[in-house]
């Protein structure tokens, strides 16, 4: 079954400093990889998706995000956060299983930005 | 953005009554899904849609059911609630199994 870790729970960075927002993922095959952010009380935004290709995904929002495949991971990263920024981001990850189609979402990483 | 409604987006029940959920989308699009997100769980799939009619069970289906009779509404329903079920429940579309969702923008249920 595939599955997704985000093993920071909680990151906070000061403004204008660069992320890194971890994501490691278990699935047999090239995985479908997804990066989301919440806002609060919102629902989820894409910020971007590695479906295929090159290895380095632009995003919305200045963010992008990297597949090693190596590593099993997919890893968000912005080189200057804005205080904006501050929001839960979750990490998905989708392939074809005996189970259906379906994403597998992350529990999530809480970013606080000090200004 | 995708144009996903959710009603109510704020509901209060009492324990053993039945709760309909409703979302509603305006793109066409033939996967719909229920999600519920608890502190510490993320995201987890309730049900799923992917055509009139044709639904299917995700990781957390106990106690939910859903219809589907029309390509833009989905419906969860809440047999008898109970108070493991206050959650908020987010309703996602997609063209596709694996493509992109879109989500709305949730409904807060607490089950008293």
């Known amino acids: 079954a595939q599955s997704v870790t985000q093993p920071d729970i909680h990151i906070t960075v000061s403004e204008g400093a660069s992320l890194e927002l971890r994501c490691n993922y278990s699935y047999g095959a090239t995985p479908y990889l997804f990066w989301y952010v919440q806002s609060p009380g919102q629902g989820l935004q894409l910020l971007l998706k590695y479906f295929s290709g090159d290895t380095l995904v632009q995003g919305i929002k200045g963010f992008e995000a990297e597949f090693k495949r190596s590593q099993s991971s997919f890893n968000l990263r912005k080189p200057s956060v804005h205080w904006s920024d501050a929001a839960e981001y979750f990490c998905a990850v989708g392939g074809f299983t005996g189970g259906g189609n379906k994403l597998t979402f992350g529990t999530g990483t809480q970013l606080k930005v000090e200004l | 953005d995708a144009g996903i409604t959710q009603s109510p987006r704020h509901k209060v029940t009492e324990t053993g009554t039945p709760v309909t959920l409703r979302c509603h989308q305006t793109e066409n699009h033939r996967y719909m899904y229920w999600y519920r997100q608890d502190p510490g769980h993320g995201l987890r799939l309730i049900h799923y849609s992917y055509g009139v009619k044709d639904t299917d069970k995700g990781e957390v289906s106990d106690g939910y059911s859903v219809s589907r009779s029309k390509t833009e509404d989905f419906l969860l329903t809440l047999e008898s609630a109970t108070s493991s079920q206050t959650s908020v429940y987010f309703c996602?579309?997609?063209?596709?199994?694996?493509?992109?969702?879109?989500f709305g923008p949730g409904t807060r249920l607490t089950v008293t």
């Open positions: 996602a579309i997609s063209e596709g199994p694996l493509y992109e969702q879109y």
